[in-house]
């Protein structure tokens, strides 16, 4: 809230455009609203005892809510530079979808301590280099204060964690990526940055087709990274494995805005 507050006092005092207070208002919106979705989830995880939380069914209606809301109120909206309905309906669909199913990528990442936190982190720092090579103020300001929160969040993160990200921050996180490459006209770019959570998305949705079709597994668990562990790799090997790659992508893919 503090965070919000600041924000907003600084368009007023430095009586910045409208679509870019709007921008950070959406923002702050997706990433609000995702992580109420994911209190409500741990809440009755938790507190309540009930172990499957939210009913899935409810929980991803929530979503679909919140991310219709989303695309409604940014001043970015790709499908509106196209012609024809049916691609006008097919970019808003896509964009609807790409904040439901980024925002599940990094929850199902969120099972390591570290991993989801600390590949977001990495994904972030570049999304703050790239919000400031297109001078785009709303995403550099969110991301900026969202990247200084998980660094605080890591630090009791890290194993033996004190403290867990749960449903609330990875929903969170993940919707706010996938809402940011919509503001920074890169949506493309997530598929790169956040390559790590594509991987483990498409590891799970594999296991559970395969085993649907055939009754058998692809990997001995999944996501990807419970895979990783029952194979002998430690915690802290899949977690530095997960940046370095993630570096290594971002990297590559500054050089392809240069070349570009």
Not at 117 to 146: D, E, Q
Request: charge should be positive.
């Amino acid at each position: 809230m503090a965070t919000f507050c600041f924000i907003i006092y600084n368009f007023v005092i430095n009586k910045s455009s409208l679509n870019q207070l709007k921008g950070v208002i959406s923002l702050l919106f997706v990433i609000i609203g995702f992580g109420a979705i994911g209190f409500i989830d741990d809440f009755k995880k938790i507190s309540l005892k009930q172990n499957l939380g939210l009913r899935a069914r409810d929980k991803f209606a929530l979503q679909l809510l919140v991310g219709l809301i989303y695309l409604v109120i940014t001043p970015i909206q790709p499908w509106r530079s196209f012609h024809g309905l049916m691609l006008i309906a097919g970019s808003f669909i896509f964009c609807w979808i790409w904040i439901v199913g980024f925002s599940n990528a990094v929850n199902l990442t969120d099972g390591i301590d570290g991993l989801a936190g600390g590949t977001s982190l990495i994904v972030l720092s570049f999304y703050i280099l790239l919000a400031i090579v297109k001078n785009n103020y709303p995403v550099l300001v969110v991301a900026s204060a969202l990247f200084g929160t998980i660094i605080a969040f890591l630090y009791f993160n890290f194993k033996p964690a004190k403290i867990f990200m749960g449903d609330l921050g990875s929903l969170s996180i993940g919707a706010f990526l996938a809402a940011a490459s919509i503001q920074l006209g890169s949506v493309w770019s997530l598929l790169m940055l956040g390559l790590v959570f594509v991987i483990e998305t498409m590891s799970d949705i594999l296991q559970v087709s395969y085993h649907h079709l055939t009754g058998k597994r692809i990997f001995k668990m999944a996501p990807l990274h419970h895979h990783l562990e029952l194979s002998g790799w430690s915690e802290e090997k899949i977690n530095y494995t997960s940046y370095i790659l993630t570096i290594i992508l971002g990297l590559f893919y500054i050089v392809l805005l240069i070349k570009g």
